[in-house]
């Protein structure tokens, strides 16, 4: 095949050239087709059961997305002319496109509940204009304070701050409304701080930059690789035919993505800056082997065949090993992760194609004058820093090897310890750095108010009313003494659902106009029986299980990791004590149902009566807890189940109730979990694959074994640096395993099958070392460089995960090829012996 290949591009350049070309140009015309999401919810399946339950608690309760924008004044929110501004704003994001106005919460459209009179309520707008005077702004601030729901939520409890909930219709929105509500928040006069925070217009903003760096990182990744590979080679014409290379792997795997319809996530915006620089390996160990063995004069066609002669077979198995690493990703349960190996994966082997059939075409086709001017420009191979370097590097690694063992054992043991102390954690408002606008508004928010993320906690009743009542209608079906045609009409009826047990009562209420007799007292006895099944069922106006979840708000609002919990109790108990006195001893639950049900109804007449449908479903069969974290942190919300966990484990619910969570912040937490384990799952198995892979190449266990040091000693190396440092385990460490495992093993195939080739012609081992940090050290080196380098830009990016990438990316390639060039010569010193009679 290595031959065919070959053949092909040395004989048939132009068509080389020109299928290249249009390959090119076809999959570059489905770019503008260019789709972004940045939506954390999509790193898990649609089906998903988290996910399918946590948009169906949406659905059912009315929840949307929310932009939170918030004043600061360090003096008290409560004047007239902060408080003309927020009312401002208010009436002005109701009228913005994409924002649902009804459920907007301000100071300026939400009700004041006082007492009119003896058992009678009085709803009346906060603040329906803004105060005129200081006075009048004390009154709201005692109005809103006498308010559980909204003190602590709406205003700060210190009075220095106030927040307008912004809910959206559709997430994508998001960061052109907050543009919306800047615009309008500059025209006020200064002496007030806003922020625009909240997760949607965090996720939404990171897609608008995330497009913008994915235009400036990539070029400036390959501007790079240009100018190390001037250095390298200082022949313009000649390294051109690599940048070609990568630029159109480039080019035609984010077409291949885009034109599959798949979206651009956070994980694929990455794969343009991946495959940047790795798509440019093959070609520098080809040229970094050419100008080497090119002098003036020669063939270049008899240059190029050795060359590739020598490179074919190691080049194929290092790019299946690094696709490979890539590919097993597509074993997480996570999508975007899915999508991001097999198109990594994807473009390694395209680039491997493209640059065994055209940097040979190319090389030939080049002027023999200009790469004569290479040679001439190129420093002698003993002069440049390099070749200076490699040969001293081999000597200690081959004269110290017992000492070099122990040192790589030594950290290979403190790596695994640091690898026990990864604490896994993600936060997508951290995905921005400290300084910028939407991490300060994180801050400054978060500090004065209760917490600006959600997450729900939702109460669910598993009664089996439904089964009692269908029992009690089957024994009245077959009573002998009812007549045939009621007993014929009572076996007609089904009951399925609690709603179906609500429209049966209706049924038989109509029922007994028609019946007289012992028909109708029967049956007027089973309206009875249903009846209180149906008020049994409806598990949230019992004052029981309202009196349960308060002692679990109270529980968490102990533990200090939520800032306020509101929930349908604190609706209740506010209704209830405006109703009974007004004063704070009549802040509690009523004593009955029916007390309950008179509150609820009460609240109802409120100017805001969709309100209470946020807390309980109109069958009140479930009822939803909204809890205000500070922090977004995995950790935290992690933190938070599990106490309420270990509540629920001393104090058991209710019979008849279970517990579920909902909302952004757990939903973090459920695909954190899943990339963990399948980001384990598919090393593991991409190790044991590659591990095969590197037998079979060498036709040798051991020398298998000893290419796959190098790269278990980087990946723990690695992991445990992240160990070390504190640095979380989020989604773009995550995937460095991948590439960990792809890359390093790169260098170890290349320095063992050079190793390998070189002792048997000259069966010396210490004239193998010294040839092995010639030619083939120069040319592992100078592509860990480029590598290395060529992910650097990424550390002067805006946003915090290429940042990550970049940093880690680079150390990952100095590392492996220091790795590689130095312990596997001591592993091979000390095992010299066995390894090559086992060869």
Known sequence: MARRLLNLALNHRKAVFWGLGLLTLAFSALLPLIQIDTDPENM???????????NEVKERFDMHDTIVVGVVNEQSVYNPQTLANLHSLSEFAEGLDGVIAPDLMSLSNVDNITQEGAGTLRFEWMMREPPDTQAQARTIRENVEDLPLLFNTLVSEDGKAAAIYVPIEDKNQSYAIGRELQSHIDGFEAGDDWHITGLPIAEDRFGYEMFVQMGISAPLAGLVIFILLWVFFRNIPFIVAPMIVSVSTVLITMGALIGAGFTVHIMSSMIAIFLMPIAVVDSVH??????????????????????????FTPMLFTSVTSSIGFLSLMLTPIPPVQIF????????MLAFLSTIIFIPAYLVSLNPATLDRMVDKLPAEDRSLVARVLPPLGKLARSHAKLWTVGFVALFAVSVWGITQIQINDNPVRWFKSDHELRIADRVLNDHFAGTYDAFMVLQSSSDAVDKAQSALTDASTNESLSEATRTWLKDQTLDSPESLSDLILALDDRLFEVGGEDADALEALMNQLEQLDSQSQAFLQPENLEYIQQLEQHLASTGLVGKSNSLADVVKTVNRELRSGEAEDYRLPDSADAVAQTLLQYQSSHRPQDLWHF????????????????????????????????????????????????????????????????????????????????????????GIVAMLPLTLTITGIYGLIGWVGKDYDMPIAVLSALTLGLSIDFAIHFVERTRAYFRETGDWSKTMQLMFLEPGRAITRNAIVIAVGFTPLLVAPLVPYITVGFFLATIMALSALVTLILLPTVMTLLQRWLFRAS
């Open 616 to 703: 309980v479903t109109p069958d009140y069969r479930e009822s939803l807890v909204w809890l205000q974290l500070t922090s977004g942190d995995n950790q935290d919300m992690t933190a938070v189940v599990e106490s309420v966990d270990q509540y629920l484990q001393d104090n058991p619910l209710p019979e008849g109730l279970n517990l579920e969570w909902a909302g952004k912040s757990y939903l973090n937490v459920v695909w954190q979990a899943e990339m963990v384990e399948g980001m384990v799952g598919s090393l593991i198995s991409a190790f044991v694959i590659v591990l095969i892979i590197m037998m079979l190449l060498f036709r040798s266990v051991a020398f």
């Open 44 to 54: 898990l399946p649609t089906d998903n059961p988290a996910r399918v339950f946590h």
């Open 286 to 311: 080809i040229m970094s082997e050419f100008a080497d063995r090119y002098r003036k004069g020669s063939s270049v066609r008899q240059v190029v065949t050795e060359v590739m002669g020598h490179l």
């Open 341 to 348: 190996g097999f198109f990594v994966g994807l473009g390694i």
